[in-house]
């Protein structure tokens, strides 16, 4: 464990819990103490003794164009010295909304807030609102966020420290959130059946990715899509990582579909924070000023934020973006199965377009239970291994790995060198 590191994480303890303010970067699942970062370049990260990874997390998602992008950041300093915040109305706002609808054929209104979770209780908020019912279903192993409906058998940092349902949640608050098994339809149409009139909406990760990545079984959104249609319930897509990273138009473009509410994040802000729902008009008109539902946000629409988010979005809309990140990601999983099978381990790999993850003695990826008898332990030694070798992975398995523009076929070659050490051994 570098030094620089090592002081600063007992500082940081000192503050706040755990020296992080995300759980998950406190190394927990995986044993050790993080690094710590002072700057990333690329496809790489530095850490506060200087050392230099290959990075797979990407800040969990959003920086698809790799750390510090020039264009980026020099429409950041421009915008800065216009000011950074004005808290009215600005053209950026329905600039960045012209390019995210454009995208999105189902998102016919939107509002921008600052993160991930605020688009989901919110998307929630107005799905109830237009309902006029009380509970949701969500799915076993999905993350959306820690607003407090939907801490329940959550992914991600639940998933990883086994609080899927955390403290501090009222459970009248969690009694309405019915939990499904993801991939099975026939769970979810037993809830809609048991409460009858009752669902304001499913909400779904169209491409789990907080319990590693689990993809979608053929016909299973669409089932969600009828069902939803036949109990008068709204679906709502979290494309919070989905989003803008497995198309532009996420997994709504790749599967030919339309969700009646979408949320939207990590991409769509560059590095900045920034959140987004939308759908429907008639749904979103229900959102204050226009409607009874209230939600609002003091830096919701920031210049800054808008700035970063438009840069990054024009550049993920000139062409061959995808097919270039479709091409880096399928050579690391090549990559990564070839050094699984000469190292003779018992591993699953699943991969939707730059998102991928490795399970440890896992026969199958296709659902919660699945995937919850990974071997834990297995993953933390691999994770440590990398890390001694340069390739910063998510610290979890439970989290998906993240690949850039910004990697180049080198960067893979040496994260394939590194996994066939990590795993023969
Ligand atoms: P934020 O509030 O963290 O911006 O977004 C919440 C969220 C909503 N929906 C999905 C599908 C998400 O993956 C997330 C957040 N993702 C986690 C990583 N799996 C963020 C990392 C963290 O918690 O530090």
Same mark, same amino acid.
């Given at each position: 464990?570098?030094?620089?590191?090592?002081?600063?994480?007992?500082e940081a303890?000192?503050? +706040?819990? &755990?020296?992080?303010?995300?759980?998950?970067?406190?190394?927990?699942?995986?044993? %050790?103490?993080?690094?710590?970062?002072a700057?990333?370049?690329g496809?790489?990260?530095?850490?506060a003794?200087?050392?230099?990874?290959?990075?797979?997390v990407?800040?969990? %998602?959003p920086?698809i +164009?790799? #750390?510090?992008h020039?264009?980026?950041?020099?429409? +950041?300093?421009?915008a $800065?010295?216009?000011?950074?915040?004005?808290?009215?109305?600005?053209e950026?706002?329905?600039?960045?909304?012209? +390019? !995210? !609808?454009?995208?999105?054929? /189902?998102?016919?209104?939107?509002?921008?807030?600052?993160?991930?979770?605020?688009?989901?209780?919110?998307?929630?908020?107005?799905?109830?609102?237009f309902? /006029?019912?009380d509970?949701?279903?969500?799915?076993?192993?999905?993350?959306?966020? #820690?607003?407090?409906?939907?801490?329940?058998?959550?992914?991600?940092?639940?998933?990883?420290?086994?609080? *899927?349902?955390?403290?501090g949640?009222?459970?009248a608050?969690?009694?309405?959130?019915l @939990?499904a098994?993801?991939?099975?339809?026939?769970s979810?149409?037993?809830?809609l059946?048991a409460?009858?009139g009752? @669902?304001?909406?499913?909400i779904?990760?169209?491409?789990?990715?907080?319990?590693?990545? @689990?993809?979608?079984?053929?016909?299973?959104?669409k089932?969600?899509r009828?069902?939803?249609?036949a109990? &008068?319930?709204?679906?709502i897509?979290d494309e919070?990582?989905?989003g803008?990273? @497995?198309?532009?138009?996420?997994?709504?473009?790749?599967?030919?579909?339309?969700?009646?509410?979408?949320c939207?994040g990590?991409?769509?802000?560059?590095?900045?924070?920034?959140?987004?729902y939308?759908?429907?008009?008639?749904?979103m008109?229900?959102? $204050?000023?226009?409607? *009874?539902?209230?939600?609002?946000?003091?830096?919701s629409?920031?210049?800054?934020?808008?700035?970063?988010?438009?840069?990054t979005?024009?550049l993920?809309?000139?062409p061959?973006v995808?097919?270039r990140?479709?091409?880096?990601?399928?050579?690391?999983?090549?990559?990564?199965?070839?050094?699984?099978r000469?190292?003779?381990?018992?591993?699953a790999i699943?991969?939707?377009?730059?998102?991928?993850?490795?399970?440890? $003695? $896992?026969?199958?990826?296709? /659902?919660?239970?699945?995937v919850?008898?990974?071997?834990?332990?297995?993953?933390?030694?691999?994770?440590h291994?990398?890390l001694?070798s &340069?390739?910063?992975?998510p610290? /979890?398995?439970?989290?998906?790995?993240?690949?850039s523009?910004? #990697?180049?076929?080198?960067?893979i070659d040496?994260?394939?060198?590194?996994?066939?050490?990590?795993?023969?051994?």
């Amino acid at each position: 464990m570098p030094r620089r590191s090592e002081k600063l994480f007992a500082e940081a303890q000192r503050y +706040l819990p &755990g020296g992080v303010d995300s759980p998950v970067r406190a190394f927990r699942a995986v044993g %050790g103490s993080p690094r710590f970062i002072a700057r990333g370049k690329g496809p790489y990260l530095f850490d506060a003794d200087g050392k230099k990874y290959i990075d797979y997390v990407g800040s969990w %998602g959003p920086l698809i +164009l790799g #750390h510090a992008h020039p264009k980026v950041v020099a429409a +950041l300093q421009k915008a $800065a010295k216009l000011g950074t915040s004005y808290g009215a109305p600005t053209e950026l706002e329905t600039t960045l909304a012209k +390019l !995210v !609808v454009k995208a999105f054929p /189902s998102i016919e209104m939107m509002r921008f807030v600052s993160s991930g979770t605020e688009a989901c209780m919110s998307a929630i908020r107005a799905a109830r609102a237009f309902t /006029s019912r009380d509970k949701i279903i969500k799915f076993d192993g999905c993350y959306h966020g #820690h607003s407090d409906g939907l801490l329940v058998k959550a992914g991600s940092g639940g998933a990883t420290f086994g609080v *899927p349902d955390s403290a501090g949640v009222p459970a009248a608050y969690a009694g309405l959130t019915l @939990v499904a098994k993801y991939n099975d339809t026939d769970s979810v149409e037993g809830l809609l059946k048991a409460n009858k009139g009752e @669902v304001a909406a499913i909400i779904v990760e169209p491409i789990a990715a907080n319990m590693g990545v @689990v993809p979608p079984k053929p016909g299973f959104l669409k089932v969600l899509r009828s069902l939803a249609d036949a109990h &008068g319930a709204l679906l709502i897509f979290d494309e919070v990582i989905s989003g803008f990273r @497995v198309a532009l138009g996420g997994a709504q473009e790749l599967y030919g579909m339309k969700a009646d509410l979408t949320c939207l994040g990590k991409i769509i802000g560059g590095g900045m924070p920034v959140g987004a729902y939308g759908g429907r008009r008639e749904i979103m008109e229900r959102i $204050a000023p226009l409607g *009874p539902a209230y939600q609002a946000g003091t830096l919701s629409g920031n210049p800054l934020a808008m700035t970063a988010g438009i840069e990054t979005l024009k550049l993920l809309s000139k062409p061959n973006v995808y097919k270039r990140l479709e091409k880096t990601s399928a050579k690391l999983e090549v990559g990564l199965r070839t050094a699984a099978r000469d190292a003779h381990r018992d591993v699953a790999i699943t991969r939707i377009g730059s998102l991928l993850t490795l399970f440890f $003695a $896992a026969s199958s990826a296709d /659902s919660w239970d699945a995937v919850a008898k990974a071997d834990r332990k297995q993953f933390g030694d691999f994770f440590h291994k990398m890390l001694k070798s &340069g390739v910063y992975l998510p610290p /979890s398995q439970f989290e998906a790995w993240f690949v850039s523009l910004a #990697h180049n076929d080198a960067d893979i070659d040496k994260t394939v060198k590194a996994s066939a050490k990590a795993l023969a051994t």
